[in-house]
């Protein structure tokens, strides 16, 4: 099955920097790469997804670059701010994401702003 | 956001004691998933649904069993609660391949 490996576990920056999660993944058919956030106390939600077709895709200060041939990709939060401040999780689907295939979730990445 | 609803939020319970955590939801989605969130731990798939016909065991579904009642709600049951299943649970939907998974807002489960 798949296995999604994250990294770091926890990663504390400086207001302003940037910040960078890695994930690599086992299964050579996934196809699609969601990344979602999860403030202290409340449900992950999505904040960005890339599929297999592209290598890079850009929402504002975030941005998610996809690497098939080295099965990882990575999460990127340019100019951070506290608000950023939350857990991330990285996913792939097992086995590509056809019908019915469900998510696996990497570790978790807890992130740190300093203001 | 209501649309995917878990009853109870939080709950206390003893070792031994069969329990049921609730989801509905009313996205219209036929796939409907449980995970368990350990403190520190990323998400563990328990169970996951893709219609009301079909149940499929996850990665961790030892001690659990689930109930597809309907296309808008999916239980998950504790037969024999153990402290170890002290966690937070969350019940997740989505729609076709390629799509966002929609979650619960979680329940919190203690075992003493």
């Known amino acids: 099955g798949e296995n999604v490996e994250q990294h770091p576990s926890t990663l504390s920056v400086q207001e302003g920097d940037s910040a960078v999660i890695k994930c690599t993944y086992s299964d050579s058919a996934s196809n699609y790469f969601p990344w979602y956030k999860q403030e202290l106390g409340k449900r992950p939600q999505l904040i960005i997804d890339?599929?297999?077709?592209?290598g890079e895709k850009k929402d504002q200060r975030i941005a998610v670059t996809l690497n098939k041939t080295a099965k990882h990709f990575s999460l990127h939060i340019t100019e951070t701010q506290p608000e950023d401040s939350a857990v991330y999780f990285c996913a792939a689907p097992r086995g590509g994401d056809n019908a019915g295939n469900m998510l696996t979730f990497g570790g978790g990445t807890r992130l740190m702003v300093k203001p | 956001d209501a649309d995917v609803t878990q009853t109870p939020r939080n709950r206390i319970t003893k070792t031994g004691k069969r329990i049921m955590l609730e989801c509905s939801q009313t996205k219209g989605h036929d796939r409907m998933y449980w995970y368990r969130q350990d403190p520190g731990l990323g998400l563990q798939l328990i169970y996951y649904?893709?219609?009301?016909?079909?149940?499929n065991k996850g990665e961790i579904s030892d001690g659990y069993s689930v109930s597809r009642q309907a296309q808008a709600k999916f239980s998950l049951s504790l037969e024999s609660a153990i402290p170890n299943q002290t966690a937070l649970y969350f019940c997740?939907?989505?729609?076709?391949?390629?799509?966002?998974?929609?979650f619960g807002q979680g329940t919190r489960l203690t075992v003493v």
């Open positions: 890339i599929r297999s077709n592209v």
């Open positions: 997740a939907t989505r729609g076709t391949a390629g799509t966002e998974a929609f």
């Open positions: 649904s893709f219609d009301v016909k079909d149940i």
